[in-house]
T-cell receptor
Framework: TQLLEQSPQFLSIQEGENLTVYCNSS?????LQWYRQEPGEGPVLLVT?????EVKKLKRLTFQFGDARKDSSLHITAAQPGDTGLYLC?????????????FGKGTHLIIQP | DVKVTQSSRYLVKRTGEKVFLECVQD?????MFWYRQDPGLGLRLIYF???????EKGDIPEGYSVSREKKERFSLILESASTNQTSMYLC????????????FGSGTQLSVL
């Protein structure tokens, strides 16, 4: 089983601050996805990255895929209380088929007003 | 509005009961998945299906079975519920065999007493 390590596990910051969370593996991803999950709901897809070095932006969220496709980061600028949630990365590894993604354990993010 | 619908948000069952968790998607997706989510363990794949009447074991299939008689419906069955099966159960679907993105239901919080 492939492993994805997410860090930090918990993060609590004040509104307006910037933050970065990380997703790492020793294996190469064929693609990587980031999801956000709010309490009592299922995860919702934010972005998919496929190409090494790729950067995607979603309003105040910036997603980066490592050049070697073994790691990814999510940077949030000027965090707002609405960004609070569980952020999950999920990787599809080379050779993987219809066997589901491998998920990291997530980063619990709390943005305090 | 496309969606994945799980029949129950909350369930309370007794040890030894047979439990059915139902999931329906309205997007004509090929693949459907069952995950369980536990604090500190993240999302773990129980079973998945890439076609009607087809099923594949995920990472933690023990104690579970599944049924996919129709394309839109994927059921998770706990033959004899045990307390260690208390968890949040998440159903998801994806369009193709390459897991391009998962669409999740809202989850079923199952408590086995």
């Amino acid at each position: 089983t492939q492993l994805l390590e997410q860090s930090p596990q918990f993060l609590s910051i004040q509104e307006g601050e910037n933050l970065t969370v990380y997703c790492n593996s020793s294996s190469v991803f064929s693609s990587l996805q980031w999801y956000r999950q709010e309490p009592g709901e299922g995860p919702v897809l934010l972005v998919t990255v496929v190409t090494g070095g790729e950067v995607k932006k979603l309003k105040r969220l910036t997603f980066q895929f490592g050049d070697a496709r073994k790691d990814s980061s999510l940077h949030i600028t000027a965090a707002q209380p609405g960004d609070t949630g569980l952020y999950l990365c999920a990787g599809e590894f080379k050779g993987g088929g219809a066997d589901g993604l491998t998920f990291g354990k997530g980063t619990h993010l709390i943005i305090q007003p | 509005d496309v969606k994945v619908t799980q029949s129950s948000r909350y369930l309370v069952k007794r040890t030894g009961e047979k439990v059915f968790l139902e999931c329906v998607q309205d997007m004509d997706h090929e693949n459907m998945f069952w995950y369980r989510q536990d604090p500190g363990l993240g999302l773990r794949l129980i079973y998945f299906s890439y076609d009607v009447k087809m099923k594949e074991k995920g990472d933690i299939p023990e104690g579970y079975s599944v049924s996919r008689e129709k394309k839109e419906r994927f059921s998770l069955i706990l033959e004899s519920a045990s307390t260690n099966q208390t968890s949040m159960y998440l159903c998801a679907s994806s369009l193709t065999a390459t897991n391009e993105k998962l669409l999740f239901g809202s989850g079923t919080q199952l408590s086995v007493l």
